[in-house]
């Protein structure tokens, strides 16, 4: 009877002790703190780890602070790849990110822009209806540079310039407000309120 | 008594202007809470008539010598990629030499023309390029007419 008892006990003991590790914090449940003992607070590990701050479900979209650049650095640059062929486009972004990461070129941001989608009509030679030809996707690949320096950036365009792969056109420009404007969504009822109240 | 109602109405008139303003004014506020949110990207989606699992590929078994060409293949492959990469970058890190060494001859000529060369280019960005063509356009070649729709879908917040 002793026995199983005991082996009652310890079976039960051991799960509680395991949860009692896994909660890492000082006051578990069902166990009172002997604070005049100097074993007090033993086990307590949670004070000694680096505090976490509490995620947020959602991350405001806010635009990042663009960077002017001084005289010897150039800000942050955009380097937008246009093509109809998606796979090309992103296999080059994939490239440059890579090359950037090498070269010790910091990446801030490297994302991707709507799709645009164009309808190709073209007249019949024999009569006047419009006959569709194809329908074309254009897509467009952004990767943000920033802390260009002034003698590094005409070598990194050369470099991109001789991997251009075909079809995919390359254009570089500083970062501008409206360039970020474009990747929202448009809000036509805040515009003609605003548009009314002026 | 004439008196009386034009002044009626001025009031009247401008506590219903103050009344409409307040109301477009917390619309706005309203409006301006809901964080702008960023266009989805359709590339990123699958399309639907891609999710359907009924249709599997089934290929036949390779036969030994295949899968060992196939594979002494891939290694070929790797290693002139391998080597086309090291040229590359031999081929950067000559180019920084270079830009390294003339700087510091030219510190040496004059100091005045080492500041201006460092200072960064206004005229560099913007910078376009279109990629090379597989065919270079034909001389002489009349399109049919036609035109252009754009009929990307318009997201409204």
Known sequence: MLLKQVFALSRAATPQESHLCAAGGALVSCHRQYRSRPTHGIGKY???LPKEVPKRKKDKVQMKEINAGTEHEYGDVNIQM???DMCLVEHFAQYVHK?????????????????????V???????????????????????QVSRLSSTFAPILLEIIQSNQPEGV???????TEADFKSRLKARPELEELLAQMS | MVKAQPKKKKKVDVRREQAQKDRMKKKIKKLEKA????????????????????RVRSLPPLSFEET????????????YKQSQDRAEKQAIRSLVEAQQEALKELRLESEELYQAAIRRDEGLFP??????????PLPGYDPPEGKCIDITKVYTQ
Request: aromatic content about 8%; some cysteine.
């Open chain 1, 46 to 48: 949670k004070h000694l």
């Open chain 1, 169 to 175: 056109h390359l254009l570089v420009k500083e970062h």
């Open chain 2, 68 to 79: 060992e060409r196939r594979v002494l293949l891939m290694k070929k492959w790797s290693a």
């Open chain 1, 82 to 84: 246009t093509s109809y």
């Open chain 2, 35 to 54: 964080a702008p949110e960023l266009i989805p990207i359709e590339d990123f989606e699958t399309p639907l008539k891609f999710s359907d699992n009924s």
């Open chain 1, 99 to 119: 090359l950037c990461n090498q070269l010790s070129v910091r990446v801030s941001e490297s994302y991707a822009m709507p799709t645009k989608t164009n309808e």
């Open chain 1, 121 to 143: 009509l073209f007249l019949e030679e024999r009569g006047s209806k419009m006959q569709l030809d194809a329908v074309l996707t254009t897509h467009q690949r952004v990767i």
């Open chain 2, 127 to 136: 910078f376009e390029r279109d990629g090379p063509n597989y065919t270079p």
